[in-house]
Structure formats: C-alpha cells, structure tokens
C-alpha cells in the first residue's frame, strides 16, 4: 500500500486494535503508541492491545494506551511485525493492516504498508502521524523513542541520514532527546551491570575473532538477580568487541531451546541465516528461536557463519 491509501483506511475505519509483537521493544511499543495517539487526536477510537509481555519492557510508555478489558475492537493494526508467528500471547484473530519496516515481511495482514529502508518502523508511523494530527511533544516523544532504541542510539549500522532527519525533526517539534537518552541508554540497573559482567565473561571466539558469540543461560539470569527488563538490548554487547564482523546473543529458552539474535557489519546476511530457522528480520540485524540448547546452537551457527565469510 502506499502511505495515501494507508491514511484513507485510517481515517476510513475506527475502534482500532493496534498490536505490538511478541518481547516487545521500544520500536513497536513507541510506534504503536504514537499510532493510537495520533488516531485519538482525530477523533478514533484507539487502543493498543494488553500484551502480556509489556511488564517487561517500557510499561510507562504503552501505560495510558491499553484496552480495557470491556473494549470490543474494529480495526487491527499490528505495528513492527513481519510475521503472524510474532502475534503476542493471547492474541487471536487476524491483522487488518501492518505497518512495518522489515524486509521478511510475509503480507500476513490484509494490507501493508511496508517501507524497509526505513532503519524503524517509527519512521514510518512518523509520517502517517505527521498526515493525521501533526508533530507535537507528546507523540514526538514515543516517536523518538521508537527511533532511537531500533538504532540503539543512532550508532547500529542501519542508521541513515534519513534517520538522523527524523531524529532532528522530533526534536525540533519537542522531543525530550536528552531526558530519554538517559533513561533508555544511559541508566543501569545493579542487575543489569552484574549480568553484563556475566555475558563479556562468557564470549566465544570464532574465525579469528571475525565472530563473537555470548550465551545468556537462566543461571546467569539467577546469578545476576536479573529479569527480562533487565536484558534489554543486551544483544549488542559482544558486537563491541574490536575486529567483530558478526555477533550472536544466544538466550536460554530451555534446555532444549534457545532465542538468537545476530547482528552483522554486513558481510554476513543475518536475515538469511535466521530465516534458515524460521526467523527474519534485517540483513544486519535478525533473529530466530532454534530447537537446540545455547551450546549446540553456537555451533551451528558458528559453521553457517564460517561459510558466509568465503
């Protein structure tokens, strides 16, 4: 769909559903937000879906915008999501629009409106925000913040100048850039510092340092005192690791699972490597559930990559 067509169902439709995906990050939660902000100062109704999981990453952001147990929603918008299988827990139904940024997108929805050179997908509800109410401090707010923690802080390699314009204009219309960069990248908790120590102590080393590969076991997690709000980008830690090409973050599921995350300068298509495994995502940036514990997924993943670099 083009952005004109995508504003006309908007404006067409009420009573919206707006759903966020599974684990939900700042990207989702922030768009998702700014969507039903802008779709109230227009007169809709709109709600985001109560994903079970928003007790666990940015709570105060989507706090003023979840339904209400007795809300019978019209319209679902699902925002940052490529795949059905990325529906939140207890979710049924299905998508009446999506509004996403990722080039493994799999058209699940009715509509799309899909823009994958776009670095988040708050740079695409930008601009349906833009064309429903206006810039103002509040949305641009959620708008920053969806930005800013996709790009972590405008450093990943998927930042663009067209990012960075984006980033300018929120602040020009009132974005508190400052105050939310302390809170979303510059604040710790103790947990979250003795879990890191945990994670640098535990990088693997392969192909002469070119890929850097940590594990999060639940016995870290325990040892650390940490919760899942606690590991929040914690996937670009080994990234850090000077001559890294290719960083994977491999989180304990269970003994028998694991949850990957892998990041590339480009010279590895991490999209291709996680769809191999049913996930997807960027091609420097993806990730995948696989049905191994963390150590046998190290290795597998470590052979594929090893075979990208020739």
Not at 156 to 178: P, Q, W
Request: proline residues 3%.
């Amino acid at each position: 769909m083009t952005i004109e067509e995508t504003l006309k169902l908007l404006r067409d439709n009420d009573n919206f559903n707006i759903v966020t995906h599974v684990r939900p990050d700042g990207d989702t939660i922030g768009s998702a937000s700014a969507l039903c902000y802008a779709l109230r100062k227009i007169g809709k109704t709109a709600y985001l879906y109560n994903n079970p999981q928003f007790a666990d990453s940015y709570l105060w952001i989507a706090a003023p915008y979840i339904a209400p147990g007795s809300f019978e929603p019209g319209f679902t918008v699902c925002v940052d999501m490529a795949d059905e299988g990325l529906f939140p827990e207890g979710f049924t139904g299905s998508a009446d629009l999506c509004v996403d940024h990722h080039p493994s997108n799999s058209f699940f929805a009715k509509d799309t409106l899909l823009w994958a050179n776009k670095a988040s997908c708050g740079e695409v509800v930008m601009e349906l925000v833009k064309e429903l109410c206006g810039l103002d401090p509040e949305v641009s707010d959620l708008l920053y913040i969806a930005v800013s923690t996709d790009t972590g802080c405008f450093v990943y390699g998927n930042t663009t100048g067209e990012t960075l314009r984006s980033a300018s204009e929120l602040c020009f219309a009132g974005a508190r850039n400052a105050y939310l960069n302390k809170i979303l990248f510059r604040t710790s908790s103790k947990a979250r510092l003795k879990l890191e120590s945990l994670i640098f102590a535990s990088f693997r080393y392969f192909h002469e340092g070119k890929t850097v590969i940590s594990v999060i076991t639940k016995e870290m997690l325990d040892k650390a005192g940490a919760k899942e709000i606690d590991c929040q980008d914690i996937a670009a830690l080994p990234g850090r690791v000077e001559g890294a090409f290719t960083s994977v973050t491999i989180k304990e599921i269970d003994e028998n699972s694991s949850k990957v995350s892998l990041r590339t300068n480009g010279v590895v298509d991490a999209n291709e490597v996680c769809a191999r495994f049913g996930g997807g995502g960027h091609k420097m940036a993806a990730g995948c559930t696989m049905c191994n514990g963390c150590s046998q997924a190290a290795e597998i993943l470590a052979d594929i990559i090893g075979g990208e670099y020739k």
